[in-house]
Every structure is written in structure tokens, then in C-alpha cells.
């Protein structure tokens, strides 16, 4: 089964407006990461955050670990039309294994 | 500007053909991974390899096996492809590291249709 679920799992926006998901999980983690994937390509790497972090930023990207509720956040602030993606989160499972969510589609209408 | 290459954007074979899915990564990651995407699944790991010629089961293996004899190439094989496997195949590497979790790059991607 799946350990990351996203939540919403899809997400429609105006563009300049911020967008958040959410990802929860089941077991104690090393690192999680988020990951975009535009239509029908491979995924790109955005961000991650290791167990002994609360938040992380790197440009317009926001990332909240919450160990406790075994939760995280993404929050995309002024979003753009290029931003319109599918977002996945993937927790560190195992040696050398992530499982990832299912992911939320995110519409950003110019 | 580092890269994973797949060796199809879009196949289509028959039932019961053996299918080769290719991947090329030229950043000498040590790890290799492939996995399947569905709709409303996410991405499901087949197999991963940590070294050349070692792999490991991911939670998917069944009708796959794979290859891998040189650091830069894993190969994912389909003995006797079958409708059920009609997916998209990623394939990512990542560099080892002390904490082994470290990001994963990925290729484009192969939509595998089996008729």
C-alpha cells in the first residue's frame, strides 16, 4: 500500500494565489521529499527535508514536517501557469527505497 | 547537466512478446531504480539495484526481471508482456551517500502500451 497520500488530490487556483497539499504517511522516516511531475514526463526533484527538521524553503517552495502527526506541507506561494503539475511526496522506506504517494494535480489558471 | 535517459518515449508490443525497457544515467549514481506508474496508484517500485550486477525486489517484481552490468545501464525486461502491464516506466538513480536517501533523478519516461 501506498505510505504518502496527498491531500487534495486535485487543487485549482487563479494564478497569483498560493497553493497548498499536503502529504500524510505511516512510519518513522528518514528524509521526505517532494517531487513535480509535468503531463506525461519523469519527475523532477523540488525539495527535501530531513526528520529532524520542522521547514524548509528554497525560492517560491515552503516544505512543514510535522514528525508527530506524521505529516508534511508544500506551499507554492505566487503561483504561475508553469507551476500547473503534478506534485508527489516520497518518504524514505527500507534501505534505499522511497514510496510515493499518489500525488495532487495542481491547475494554475492564468 | 546531469541526466537519465530512456531508450523508448512510447512502445507498443503484443501479448507474449519479451520487452527491454533501456536506462542510461551518466552522473555514476550508484543506485538505479524502476518503477511503474497507474492512474490513481502513484509510482510502484519493480526493482532497484544498489551495484552493478545486485538488484533487489521493490513490492511490484512479478513478471519483471532486471539487469544491470555496467554501472551507467539497467535494463528492465518483461518475459512475456501481458495486457496488465500496459504503464508508464520511470526509471531514476540516485547517488548512495552516507544516508542512502538522497534525491532521485529520473528519466522521461516509457508509456508502454501491450496489445
Known amino acids: 500500500s501506498q505510505q504518502g497520500e496527498e491531500d487534495p488530490q486535485a487543487l485549482s487556483i487563479q494564478e497569483g494565489e498560493n497553493a497548498t497539499m499536503n502529504c500524510s504517511y505511516k512510519?518513522?522516516?528518514?528524509?521526505l521529499q517532494w517531487y513535480r511531475q509535468n503531463s506525461g514526463r519523469g519527475l523532477v526533484h523540488l525539495i527535501l527535508i530531513r526528520s529532524n527538521e520542522r521547514e524548509k524553503h528554497s525560492g517560491r517552495l515552503r516544505v512543514t514536517l510535522d514528525t508527530s502527526k506524521k505529516s508534511s506541507s508544500l506551499l507554492i506561494t505566487a503561483s504561475r501557469a508553469a507551476d500547473t503539475a503534478s506534485y508527489f511526496c516520497a518518504t524514505a522506506s527500507g534501505t534505499y527505497k522511497y514510496i510515493f504517494g499518489t500525488g495532487t494535480r495542481l491547475k494554475v489558471l492564468a | 547537466d546531469v541526466k537519465v535517459t530512456q531508450s523508448s518515449r512510447y512502445l507498443v508490443k503484443r501479448t507474449g512478446e519479451k520487452v527491454f525497457l533501456e536506462c542510461v544515467q551518466d552522473m555514476d549514481h550508484e543506485n538505479m531504480f524502476w518503477y511503474r506508474q497507474d492512474p490513481g496508484l502513484g509510482l510502484r517500485l519493480i526493482y532497484f539495484?544498489?551495484?552493478?550486477?545486485?538488484?533487489e525486489k521493490g513490492d511490484i517484481p512479478e513478471g519483471y526481471s532486471v539487469s544491470r552490468e555496467k554501472k551507467e545501464r539497467f535494463s528492465l525486461i518483461l518475459e512475456s508482456a501481458s495486457t496488465n502491464q500496459t504503464s508508464m516506466y520511470l526509471c531514476?538513480?540516485?547517488?548512495?551517500?552516507?544516508?542512502?536517501?538522497?534525491?532521485?533523478?529520473f528519466g522521461p519516461g516509457t508509456r508502454l502500451t501491450v496489445l
Open positions: 539495484s544498489y551495484d552493478v550486477k545486485m538488484k
Open positions: 531514476a538513480s540516485s547517488l548512495q551517500g552516507a544516508s542512502s536517501y538522497n534525491e532521485q533523478f
Open positions: 512510519t518513522s522516516i528518514n528524509n
